[in-house]
């Protein structure tokens, strides 16, 4: 590992390719796909036609990015072992935006982002390790800082370009826009970051013609990669309770988060009262939570170092139950401003500690592997919080109309002190909270 302490410079390389997958993250998820679907299926059926997409890209997620992340851990080439497979993912993954240019049905949109998530996560597995193999633990703090709000910052750029291109009927724009943000990230990513993991000696040309010759028998590679996918749901990790304690945590938390998002729009429309008025009221609620997540994501990264990143988790999930209670009480549209303060603290916070943490607790010679596990849980949390809260909210609106998404943020709130109180759980390696003396 790299013990030299990390300039704002490298950091920024370090963080390019995460703020240009976020780019996409925003751009694709929250304009591209649930426009392209809209146009390709009868109305009847658009809302479910979009979960179906969304629910296999997320099991695609769970499947590749742990192999991905865990064939990092054992590659050995010339320019050490991330980057080689995240320039393969993103290459394979700027082709298929082209691909997406040109598919006019809902089959080829699924098909092109099956293969999408394919790449994007082959790139992702990689990646997430080079924070543990670069930076020293005292510094991972502001790293993940820097990579939380370069996630915020990426979904909010990506929403504002694809959302002009839309209004102006060029979705193609969004679409190149997004692939452009990805490739430049990753180069960027690639040429400022330095691997000394995983180097070999070997010329770069001898590298690749021996790669390409084990590619074309597959009896070199074929039982390795088997074993290699068996090792990476190994029983071993529940051995980890550290581990699974946090993953347990993150769970709750994210569920907590996706609990809310998606049902904003229909408890201003139901409860709050606003009616046909509620979609152009979302916007400025919602740019105010990421403003404010924005603004803490590098502070609260930077505080794990004095406070520990267990302390910083717990109280970022605390204050997120409270900011969630709150929205379930608020009694009017201008109220939620002032409970959406809160709520944006706890999700900047969070997001930087909470990485913070899980690096440190990721063994490091299989950082990739256990980081790509941790995908599992970001995945499934989004699916689960939509799978739980829909139904509540329906149960108990069927009992008093606008009150079910009410109930909804109390069961955010309960997630929250869930989260809270796993992460208690968890026994932070001592180093972690002890920043690195220049």
Known sequence: MNEARPGLRWLGALTAYWLGLSVVWG????????????QQVPPA??????????ALLALVAIIVQPISGAASDRFVTPWGRRRPLMVAGVAAQLLLFGALLLAGQYWAVLGVMLLMEVASNTAQGPYQGLLPDLVPRGERGLASGFLGG??????????????????AGRLDVAILFAAAAVGVGALVTVA??????????????????????????P??????????????????????????????????????????????????????GLGASAGAAVAPLAGLVVLVALLSAVPGGAMTARWGRVRVVTSSALLGAVGAA??????????????????????????SADWALLTDIAPPHEAGRYLGLSNTVTAGAVVLAVAVGGPVADLVNGVTFGWGYRAVFVLAAIEFLVGAWCVRHVREPASAAVATQP
């Open 27 to 38: 751009s694709l998820t929250t304009i591209v796909l649930p426009r392209l679907v809209e």
């Open 45 to 54: 059926i658009k809302t479910s036609a979009l979960a179906f997409l969304s």
């Open 150 to 167: 370069a996630q915020l910052a990426g979904q909010v750029i990506g929403v504002a370009v694809a959302g002009a291109a839309l209004a």
């Open 192 to 217: 400022g970051v330095d691997e000394r993991l995983g180097r070999s000696g070997a010329e770069p040309v001898a590298a690749v013609v021996g790669w390409a010759s084990h590619l074309v028998h």
């Open 219 to 272: 009896s070199r590679w074929v039982a390795p990669f088997r074993a290699m996918v068996l090792e990476v749901w190994g029983r071993d990790v529940l051995e980890r309770r550290d581990y699974v304690w946090l993953l347990a945590s993150r769970l709750a938390i994210l569920m907590a988060t996706g609990t809310l998002q998606p049902f904003v729009y229909y408890f201003l429309e139901d409860s709050i």
């Open 326 to 351: 709150l929205f379930a009480v608020a009694p009017s549209y201008a109220s939620l401003f002032v409970i959406a303060v809160p709520f944006g603290l706890a999700l900047g916070i969070f997001l």
